[in-house]
């Protein structure tokens, strides 16, 4: 049991992490709540890729000046462009693609071995009881634009 959680740890810090930190202020497009990422659509594969985006958003009275920093998991299905959201269902850990080796090909959440297949439903049996939300996204000039989350 420890080496299995060991070495999704260690798995975990491998993941392949794609930054394309741009901010909406500076980076126009889209129209209202899409960011551009900088991520050529083209580029995109069946392989989720870990996409981090910055979003300047009011929390109550609270709104950090530098932004807030977002993931979507960006991969194709069947040809299609997807984004999905990294936050695990059940409560609210952040999910990693293919950390576990017990798991292979598939969204594990480490708090409580939380499991998605890749196009983000929940494997049965595990904790969480629904798939992870989605992103709305855009093409635009052959870049992917990311926007608000669809609750699923
Ligand atoms: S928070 Fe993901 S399985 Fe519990």
Redesign the pocket.
């Known amino acids: 049991m420890l080496g299995g959680t060991a070495g999704f740890l260690g798995a975990g810090m491998l993941f392949p992490m794609v930054r394309f930190a741009v901010d909406p202020v500076l980076k126009k497009g889209g129209g209202v709540g899409f960011v551009d990422v900088n991520l050529p659509v083209n580029q995109i594969k069946d392989k989720p890729i870990a996409v981090e985006f910055k979003v300047h958003r009011k929390d109550g009275w609270y709104e950090p000046a530098e932004g807030e920093t977002l993931t979507a998991w960006v991969m194709r299905q069947n040809g299609k462009v997807v984004a999905l959201s990294p936050v695990?269902k059940?409560?609210?850990?952040t999910?990693n693609w293919d950390s576990n080796p017990q798991f292979k090909n598939e969204f594990f959440?480490p708090?409580?071995?939380?499991r998605y297949y890749k196009d983000g439903t929940n494997v049965p049996g595990?904790?969480?009881s629904k798939p992870l939300d989605k992103y709305q996204i855009k093409e635009e000039n052959g870049k992917l634009l990311i926007g608000p989350v669809i609750k699923a």
């Open positions: 695990c059940h409560l609210g850990c999910v959440c708090c409580h071995f939380g595990t904790p969480p």
